[in-house]
T-cell receptor, first 116, second 111 residues
């Protein structure tokens, strides 16, 4: 089945630094990928839709200058948390879907970001 | 707007007993419904989906879900629970975002 690989699985960084998270579709091409954030004991919150070759679409309330998304190829999207602060600490999950609205979303294993 | 509701935050069941995780939906048009499972510190794994056809959908790890149009429900079931089934379960439906998720139900299977 379709596999989405996300790296790193966890990262600890200091306040003010930037962190890049990679999301790859391993055996299918994804013109669109999705970035979610999950707070403890809560459901997933869609942050942005990453579009290959064009600008990402951000959900309301998500700072596009803080959460930079690049989708340079059909198999890779990156999320960079810039000038990270402790409140950015969270679990970030990417996903991608094979063609078709009713195809299931495939998720990466998530990245646990801790900002100290 | 498309939405799903998971009325239970937590479900506890003894190992070997049948389990049910509830989900109700509100959609316009034909419902496409999904179940996902999330293990600790992991992403979501697809379990099963309902598109059309048989109301009983079989999925991964022995799970199944029953689509009930009159009750607008899509409950997840398993005849005999395993301790390893303990996880967070999400019901979902396509919406303006790629998927609209329920709030999740934490399943604890007790040995």
């Amino acid at each position: 089945g379709a596999v989405v690989s996300q790296h790193p699985s966890w990262v600890i960084c200091k306040s003010g630094t930037s962190v890049k998270i990679e999301c790859r579709s391993l055996d299918f091409q994804a013109t669109t990928m999705f970035w979610y954030r999950q707070f403890p004991k809560q459901s997933l919150m869609l942050m942005a839709t990453s579009n290959e070759g064009s600008k990402a679409t951000y959900e309301q309330g998500v700072e596009k200058d803080k959460f930079l998304i690049n989708h340079a190829s059909l198999t890779l999207s990156t999320l960079t948390v810039t000038s990270a602060h402790p409140e950015d600490s969270s679990f970030y999950i990417c996903s991608a879907r094979e063609t078709g609205e009713v195809s299931p979303l495939h998720f990466g294993n998530g990245t646990r970001l801790t900002v100290t | 707007a498309q939405s799903v509701a998971q009325p239970e935050d937590q479900v506890n069941v003894a190992e070997g007993n049948p389990l049910t995780v509830k989900c109700t939906y509100s959609v316009s048009g034909n419902p496409y419904l999904f179940w996902y499972v999330q293990y600790p510190n992991r992403g979501l794994q697809f379990l099963l989906k309902y598109i059309t056809g048989d109301n009983l959908v079989k999925g991964s790890y022995g799970f199944e879900a029953e689509f009930n149009k009159s009750q607008t429900s899509f409950h997840l079931k398993k005849p005999s629970a395993l301790v390893s089934d303990s996880a967070l379960y999400f019901c979902a439906v396509p919406g303006n975002t790629p998927l609209v998720f329920g709030k999740g139900t934490r399943l604890s299977v007790i040995a």
